[in-house]
Nanobody, 126 residues
Framework: QVQLVESGGGLVQAGDSLRLSCILS????????MGWFRQALGKEREFVAG????????YYADSVKGRFTISRDNAKNTTYLQMNNLKPDDTAVYYC???????????????????WGQGTQVTVSS
């Protein structure tokens, strides 16, 4: 069974950096487009970043553009989200997501993803 496990969340101050990791097991990784979403208390789950399975095309929400970077290491079956200059508004549970093999679709669309991790908490204080 395909499984995604996130790690790297924590409690930090505004301006600090964190790197989240997401390891896929139980299925192919190199042929899947990947994404990161986040959900704050009382809010809808929102798109953060997406990356094509070839690794050449990346997409970001306007709120994180220029601060966050999504990347992948196919040899380690791992997707990363580097988060710099964190703000209190970045506080949320962050979820890793994977699409079906070789499917691209729309990276910002929640329903385009078929597999989800359990989430990792990121808390940014002022």
């Amino acid at each position: 069974q395909v499984q995604l496990v996130e790690s790297g969340g924590g409690l930090v101050q505004a301006g600090d950096s964190l790197r989240l990791s997401c390891i896929l097991s139980g299925g192919t990784f190199s042929g899947r487009s990947m994404g990161w979403f986040r959900q704050a208390l009382g809010k809808e789950r929102e798109f953060v970043a997406g990356l094509s399975y070839r690794g050449g095309d990346s997409y970001y929400a306007d709120s994180v553009k220029g601060r966050f970077t999504i990347s992948r290491d196919n040899a380690k079956n791992t997707t990363y989200l580097q988060m710099n200059n964190l703000k209190p508004d970045d506080t949320a549970v962050y979820y890793c997501a994977a699409k079906k093999a070789y499917y691209t679709g729309v990276y910002s669309l929640l329903n385009d993803y078929s597999y989800w991790g359990q989430g990792t908490q990121v808390t940014v204080s002022s």
